[in-house]
């Protein structure tokens, strides 16, 4: 258990109701190769099936981006389903060793309003957030 650097996570929600009414595209893929996790961002003229556009230059390429952990939230029906537990064991667990053993420790949540930050903290009663499985 190494966690003496900044670690950069990213996590992809589930579309909310209104995302859902309104048959919103996913534009946000993730992938773990085994070697890192990457974030693929699409343009909104294509998501992620890429059908629409099939030429992919320019601003419209897909964009991708490296992070030390990426949770895919989107579904649990996929395998690659990052849960509340999954999140906690890959940040929190080291996060609490670390001010065990006396260390300063912070999980700084940013993102925009609705992006799923409060749940990831401190989730619901039936599925507990990293705050309330560090307590």
């Not at 992938?31 to 320019?58: A, C, F, R, W």
């Not at 940040?91 to 309003?113: H, S």
Request: glycine residues 8%; proline residues 3%; positive net charge.
């Amino acid at each position: 258990m190494c966690a003496d650097k900044v670690k950069v996570a990213v996590r992809v929600r589930p579309f909310n109701r209104r995302e859902i009414d309104l048959n919103t595209r996913a534009v946000v893929d993730m992938s773990n190769d085994g070697i890192q996790d990457q974030t693929v961002l699409y343009h909104p003229s294509t998501g992620i099936t890429g059908k629409e556009n099939s030429e992919h230059h320019g601003r419209k390429a897909p964009k991708t981006f490296a992070f030390d952990h990426c949770f895919w939230s989107m579904d649990k029906a996929e395998t690659r389903f990052a849960s509340q537990e999954q999140v906690y064991n890959c940040l929190g667990k080291d996060v609490l060793q670390r001010a065990f053993e006396g260390y300063n420790a912070c999980i700084f949540a940013y993102g925009q309003t609705g992006s799923g930050k409060s749940y990831t903290m401190m989730g619901s009663r039936s599925d507990k957030g990293i705050i309330p499985r560090l307590c």
